[in-house]
């Protein structure tokens, strides 16, 4: 193998340590592959954007789907930020980390009855219904609970967010909410709707969005409608404006908006809006803040490529198999070494558990702890047990301590719930 330059691993950026907490340390105690999380970053995260937003009466909902860890969101809890959820499961997580009902709001195309049932028994703050057969079932199901459910219609604004076709979502041909035509007839209608205010507006145009425009175009949509909607006589007390702000998974070439840049752009949109506004951030809180600790298992010479074979996987993290996403790859060790070519991936048996292709990196051997990065969304909170690999231990770090917060998963607990098939029925 031939190294195709030679440079100290400083002019690599090799990181040694999290919010002061020694990872080659952390990684000794605790075992790889690790996802830690730094609660530094993420409160600074939160104070950022918070501060953009003064003067607004607005209310952050993180996006739990990003990272569900039950001390994320109880961290989310304690910084006065609410929970955007998907799910019946989502929400008992939120409720478990002691989120109030009234910070929780309830998005996706497919809320079930028992779902909706559910969210109301606890009295959310407001459900971003995104279809008319979800609308009618919120109706029914408040009726017979006989209270009355706070709705906002999620308009589909068929907006090109220029992000990556598996996380774009409002485009006319995504499954994400509805015409403005549609939601048009839902407030003339919803007088009818006895036991549901539809008195809300909700977008989200996508993820890892890294211009202001298809933001500034969706929000116009929205705000024109809104004006529409007021001229008609109807209440909008609140605009959803989602989530979507991206983040940097590769430095010098990911160019994140600031948020004080993305908040400008929603005062203009919606100038002479009175009512409140709610924003759905999940990635823009935690990716940047999260890692996942992996080891070198081996370097493997193969036919046409050198290969880092890490104990990390597709299953640990799956964005590079999903959406052939970039993460930086960086050493843990500043020690000086020749830098050389990989393909860098994972056990499992597939040609997609590949986190990086003729990826530059300073020279590896068996053992060496690396840095995957920007891993605190929509990584372990996608993690399976493909290939039956336990799920990864969790941790959060703070100002030179640790506490983890998911442990390795054990064998037993991987197999719990399966059993040998000795009772047959029939249905
Ligand atoms: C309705 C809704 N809101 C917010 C988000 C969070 O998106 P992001 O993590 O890009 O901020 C998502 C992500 O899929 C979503 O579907």
Not at 76 to 101: F, K, T, W, Y
Not at 221 to 246: C, K, N, Y
Not at 360 to 380: F, N, Q, R, S, W
Request: proline share 4%; hydrophobic share 45%.
């Amino acid at each position: 193998m031939t190294p195709t330059s030679v440079a100290t691993a400083h002019s690599f950026v090799a990181q040694a340590a999290i919010d002061d907490v020694d990872l080659a340390a952390l990684a000794a105690r605790l075992g790889t592959p690790l996802h830690a999380y730094s609660s530094s970053a993420i409160r600074q995260r939160i104070g950022g954007l918070q501060a953009a937003l003064s003067g607004l009466d607005a209310t952050i909902f993180f996006a739990v789907k990003a990272n569900p860890n039950l001390a994320i969101l109880q961290l989310m809890a304690n910084a006065g930020v609410g929970a955007d959820i998907v799910s019946v499961g989502e929400l008992r997580r939120s409720l478990h980390a002691g989120m109030p009902p009234e910070r929780i709001v309830f998005s996706g195309v497919g809320k079930s009855a028992d779902e909706i049932a559910g969210a109301l028994t606890v009295g959310i703050h407001r459900f971003n219904v995104e279809s008319h057969d979800e609308l009618l079932t919120l109706q029914r199901l408040a009726k017979a609970q006989g209270v009355t459910a706070r709705a906002a219609a999620r308009i589909n604004p068929d907006v090109d967010a220029h992000t990556h076709a598996k996380i774009s979502t409002g485009k006319s041909e995504n499954k994400f909410g509805v015409s403005i035509d549609e939601a048009r007839r839902w407030f003339a209608e919803h007088r009818q709707l006895s036991h549901v205010q539809l008195d809300g507006l909700h977008v989200h145009i996508g993820s890892q969005i890294l211009t202001l425009e298809p933001f500034r175009l969706a929000l116009q949509r929205v705000a024109e409608f809104w004006r529409e909607l007021e001229q008609a006589g109807h209440t909008v007390t609140s605009i959803d404006v989602g989530g979507g702000l991206g983040v940097c998974y590769r430095a010098g070439e990911d160019h994140p908006v600031a948020a004080a840049d993305y908040v400008g752009v929603i005062r203009e949109a919606l100038a002479g809006y009175r009512g409140r506004l709610l924003l759905e951030p999940g990635r823009y809180l935690v990716a940047e803040a999260g890692v996942l600790l992996t080891r070198v298992i081996r370097v493997k010479p193969g036919i046409e490529r050198q290969f880092l074979v890490l104990d990390a996987a597709m299953n640990d993290l799956q964005r590079p198999s999903l959406y052939d996403a970039w993460h930086d790859i960086v050493p843990v060790s500043d020690e000086s070494r020749p830098l050389t070519t990989y393909d860098i991936v994972g056990p499992v048996c597939e040609t997609g558990d590949t986190f990086a292709r003729n990826r530059v990196m300073p020279e590896c051997v068996a053992g060496d702890l690396l840095l995957i990065k920007a891993t605190g969304a929509y990584g372990a909170s996608m993690a399976s047990t493909y290939n039956s690999r336990p799920l990864a231990a969790e941790v959060l770090l703070n100002q030179g301590r640790y506490a983890v917060v998911r442990r390795r998963q054990h064998f037993e607990e991987m197999i719990a719930g399966e059993q040998p098939a000795r009772h047959w029925e029939t249905t």
